[in-house]
């Protein structure tokens, strides 16, 4: 900002806040202005400083301090200064009303993409709390399943239970995690992308890519995190091949759980009732996903949640994983010996249905949300 003895050569200033012209005038009347306002400027204070100050977004305040800003836009608009400057403005363009096409005002698709990126992981970096938090959450899951879980025997009589527990309690952590910070995040976000889309800087379309780019790094590494800490030490089958299916059947989890997440943070006004509602949406799918209950018990119209549910989909795909060709101890043999396989058919599960149909559905789930969260903010900045 200029010096006070720069600030006094200017015939008139521009004074902008969160996008908006607080005043625009000579800097007496700019002076003024902020007087009337109740906030004069001190004695021997720079001017520039002073308004910078009034102006200034505080960290703790930001509800009140936007209030005061808005305040101010608010009176310079009933001033005379500014029905002069709107009048001066009209007269120029003799009487035609000047046309901004907001879409030839925008960057191209790869620019405006790539500086969501860059933005949001600056931001990332300037405030690593949340991630951090995020991943000692993943550790700390991880290292309580091992515990509690250390080292179970493969014998018929526990080997299902210790395993489809594990298993169930990552699936509901991984889904139900990620679905309540996706619902809490993005009404935090709204606020700023509407106020930037409708000032043209970019589309819903390039937000939405880059959002997806952040994200996914945290879509591997909390999985994968989770995973180790846990993985060698329940008594789970340690081969690169079911640990790197478990690995990207936890990825699609997050996917999916990213995807309902944010359609449900696009649905509300606060992240209070994002939180509130991410509980029930999930039982929905929980109940109704053939966990709690047999599915062929419920109403026709609600058997197709089972099919959908990408937390069922999830289990299956972990359970048909880890079960399928497992030898089990058996210590009474006078009865017939089982193994994973059979286990699996008892329960009801394919043993041949590992990767599909279970990964596509985990997919299409998550992009059928990202795409109606798009399409639900879009409308929603129609009426702002």
């Known amino acids: ?14 004074v902008m806040a969160e996008g908006e012209v607080v005043f625009f005038g000579t800097t007496e009347e700019t002076k003024e202005f ?17 308004f910078i100050r009034v ?25 005379d200064t500014y029905r002069e400057l709107i009048r001066v403005i009209s007269e120029s363009t003799v009487g035609k009303p000047i046309e901004v096409n907001r879409k030839e005002m925008m960057a191209g698709l790869r620019v405006q993409i790539l500086q969501n990126v860059r933005r949001t992981g600056f931001g990332s970096l300037r405030n ?10 993943s550790v700390y899951i991880g290292l309580l399943s091992a515990v509690a879980f250390y080292n179970r025997p493969n014998s018929v009589e526990s080997v299902w239970r210790d395993k489809s527990g594990l298993v169930f309690l990552l699936t509901i952590i991984f889904s139900f995690r990620y679905v309540s910070a996706q619902a809490s995040l993005v009404p935090l976000e709204f606020e700023f992308v509407a106020r930037e889309y409708k000032k043209g800087l970019y589309g819903l379309l390039p937000y939405a890519i880059a959002r997806t780019i952040v994200e996914i790094p945290f879509m591997f590494v909390m999985p994968f995190v989770t995973l180790l800490s846990c993985y060698f030490f329940t008594g789970l089958t340690v081969t690169a091949g079911k640990f790197f299916a478990a690995f990207i059947c936890c990825v699609l989890l997050t996917w999916g759980s990213f995807g309902l997440g944010w359609f449900i943070g696009a649905s509300v006004p606060n992240a209070q009732i994002g939180l509130l509602v991410t509980g029930p949406t999930c039982m929905l ?39 399928t060709g497992l030898e089990l101890e058996c210590p ?36 059928f949300w990202i795409i109606m969260s798009v399409l639900l903010m879009k409308c929603k900045l129609r009426f702002i």
Not at 57 to 75: A, E, I, N, P, Y
């Open 1 to 14: 900002q200029p010096t006070s003895t720069v600030f006094i050569l200017f015939n008139k200033v521009c």
């Open 34 to 50: 902020f007087s009337t306002q109740g906030h004069p400027l001190p004695l021997h204070f720079n001017p520039s400083d002073h």
């Open 55 to 79: 102006l200034a977004m505080r960290d703790g305040h930001t509800l009140r301090c936007k209030k005061q800003v808005d305040g101010l836009v608010t009176s310079y608009k009933d001033t």
């Open 128 to 137: 690593p709390t949340l991630s951090v938090n995020r991943l000692l959450f």
């Open 285 to 323: 799918f929980l109940i109704f996903g053939g966990f709690l209950q047999n599915a062929e018990g419920v109403g026709s119209f609600l058997t197709f949640i089972k099919e959908i549910s990408w937390i069922n989909r999830a289990y299956s795909f972990l359970m048909v994983n880890e079960f």
């Open 332 to 367: 009474n043999v006078t009865l017939p010996c089982l193994n994973g396989t059979d286990l699996l058919i008892n329960a009801g599960l394919d043993p041949d249905s590992l990767w599909f149909p279970n990964v596509i559905v985990m997919v299409l789930f998550g992009v």
